[in-house]
């Protein structure tokens, strides 16, 4: 398992990954570490993605010859992998393995990352992978099972669910929960104007259609998830655009 951590958030996730697994685990350092300053990364990353340049990674200490399959990690940054992990993919030929992402973000899921890792690994398998918003991450462990347990990773018994139901117009209630879930979020995600549900063993899953409106100022069509327990407050747990 490798990963690349800036916050410890992700660092979180891979530790849960590895404990459920029993994997071996590194980590991807920069020489040129990030500052922890929120504002200074994303100027930083703008100049690099800007100029066309990867940050320099240290190599790992880890034979990966040994593993036919590796589980990558990494936050989202700017809709795809954070910059170091596409540098380390660009710096290794894991041809013939399996590759299996996972990754934290703030609203939008794995988003392209999965597909650049394609583009970086060509001659690799890369399957579908996890995500988790890093707000949510005290639910990771419990969906890091049921991810490992669904795509045969490891051994288990998880309830399975159904499908969302068709979308339907949304009523005040189901209005409700999209706001209450989504009013802790630093930007509008939109309007709820249809909606979906299946029942889980811990309460209600929603499928919201929504109209959101980009920075650009047009409007266009979202799908945004919200979970909403039996009890506690209901979250969204990503907008896919």
């Not at 583009?119 to 890093?134: C, H, I, L, N």
């Not at 209450?180 to 549900?197: E, K, T």
């Amino acid at each position: 398992m490798v990963y690349y951590s800036q916050t410890g958030i992700t660092k979180t996730v891979a530790e849960e990954f590895q404990r459920q697994l029993g994997a071996d685990i590194e980590c991807i350092e920069v020489e040129d570490a990030y500052d922890g300053n929120y504002t200074e990364t994303i100027d930083r990353c703008q100049r690099e993605m800007a100029e066309g340049k990867l940050p320099v990674v240290k190599p790992l200490s880890s034979d990966l010859s040994k593993y036919d399959m590796i589980f990558v990690g990494y936050p989202i940054w700017f809709g795809t992998c954070a910059l170091p992990m596409l540098s380390w993919l660009e710096s290794v030929d894991l041809a013939g393995k399996t590759i299996v992402p996972f990754c934290t973000f703030g609203s939008g899921g794995l988003n392209t990352s999965t597909a650049d890792i394609r583009k970086a690994e060509p001659e690799a398998t890369v399957f579908d992978g996890y995500g988790v918003r890093a707000a949510r991450i005290a639910a990771a462990p419990k969906e890091i099972t049921r991810f490992l347990v669904e795509n045969g990773y490891r051994k288990g018994k998880v309830v399975t669910y159904e499908d969302y139901s068709a979308q339907r117009e949304v009523t005040t209630e189901d209005v409700r929960i999209f706001n209450d879930a989504c009013s802790d979020y630093q930007f509008p995600l939109g309007v709820p104007v249809s909606v979906g549900l299946r029942k889980t063993s811990d309460g209600i899953d929603y499928k919201f259609t929504a109209i959101s409106k980009g920075m650009d100022g047009n409007e266009s069509e979202v799908t945004i998830f919200v979970t909403a327990p039996n009890e506690g407050k209901a979250e969204f747990t990503q907008v896919v655009r």
